[in-house]
């Protein structure tokens, strides 16, 4: 076995020419969905989706927009679901689709996997869900992530990864003594104060930042998506005002690298972070186990100082984080109990119970023995060349690729606007997201849950007849598109 065979990765993209055909894609009018067809699908929703209108307009008088996960407010309106298994989600109407959007990410064995199940009832049955005290599974969990990922010397669970990141934040300022944290512009690392900053689109810093007090995001900087030159600079003059205490990235490039970076950045990011005495934070939400068990750190071969986890490292069952890495750096989440040395404090009343730490430790090792992240990771390759045919067929201008199982389909292009081009970002988002969530619905219409339209996450249960039934539902929707005059 070759070492990349370790790896969900069968093919780094061709980064350049991505974006080469991205750029082209947000510089042409856009390719939408033409109005009649868009008619029919919206007919599917008002004739198929009756019981999922009634629920999630009461819904709406009960919860804030009517339901309460982000990636659930679907245009036209949101579905319910009440049954998953293997690839397929049914919604309360008894339609059923195949599922990419795997709740997010951490489902990559496939939607309640029975055999994970079984090991949950049986914890359940003898222990219930939390005691508030050390359960072995603890222990079993740290040792089986320590043994997948060298650079983790040490693991310290917790609820979700937005918890996480803020966990490994306040561990690197601690160890370093140092003020700044660089994130890359557009990133999502959860939505702690410090972190809604420069979310999504690049250059924006507050943007979106309501109910944020300056201080709050005072000391964390954003540079320029794969520009090294950029973060030198901020690295440069950190040196005069406090210093740079980590620097935290994707490894694939932000937003599950949608915007993916060249295959060497990380290497060239590590060496800065030596050069500059900051810390390098991997931030494998996503990448942790889906890209392989070594994760993207080991697809890349780098070593962060610090990696945060959610979603798969608990194989879909609450709560999903934590943070691993350097034990020295780690240690101070201890330093007080123990005695000696700072503390950064962090904690949480359910955190690391024994349902989430047995979850994860059998998911994993399900993973594993499964071989999930390469066989997720396969069928995200022919998904993507399946569109590719889609594209090249019907003469499109959207862009596909994939890093395994993390399926990048755009369309709109919305994701690559950036303050560069500040009037064409006034001009285009507000249309350009809008396309985005037609064609999250005509998906949706045709049977397919995609995450906002643009990104596809597979699993281990999606078979090559399931990716040849998708791709046959992707071609009614992309072949019913035409450029907007
Ligand atoms: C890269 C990344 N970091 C952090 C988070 C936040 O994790 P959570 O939703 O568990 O708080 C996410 C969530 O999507 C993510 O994609």
Redesign the pocket.
Known sequence: MNDNQKYAISEYPDVEDVYRRLNALISQPMHKITPESMQANLAYFDQKCSRSKALTDEAKRYIPGGVQHNLAFNYPFPIAIEKAEGAYLWDVDGNRYIDFLQA?GPTMLGSNYAPLREKIFELLSSCGPVTGLFHEYELKLAKLIAGYMPSVEMFRMLG????S?MAAVRAARTFTRKKFVIKVGGA???WSDSMVYALHVPGTRRLESKGIPRGATASTQEFFPNSLADLRRHLIFNRLRGGTAAVIL?PLGPE?GTRPVPFDFNRQVRQLCDEFGALLIF?E??TGFRVGMGGAQGYFGIKPDLT?F??CVTGGYPM??GVGGRADVISTFAAGLGGTGERAYIGGTLSANPLSCAAGYYALQEMERTNAPIIAGRAGDKLTKGLQTIIEKHALPYVVFNQGSIVHLETSGVMLLDLHNPLRLLKELKPRKHMMEEMGAAYMAHGLITLAGSRMYTSMADSDAIIDDALESFEAVLSSTARVI
């Open positions: 997010g979700s990864g937005t918890e990141v999502y690392h959860g994707e599950s931030d939400v996503v945060v959610g979603k999903a984080g």
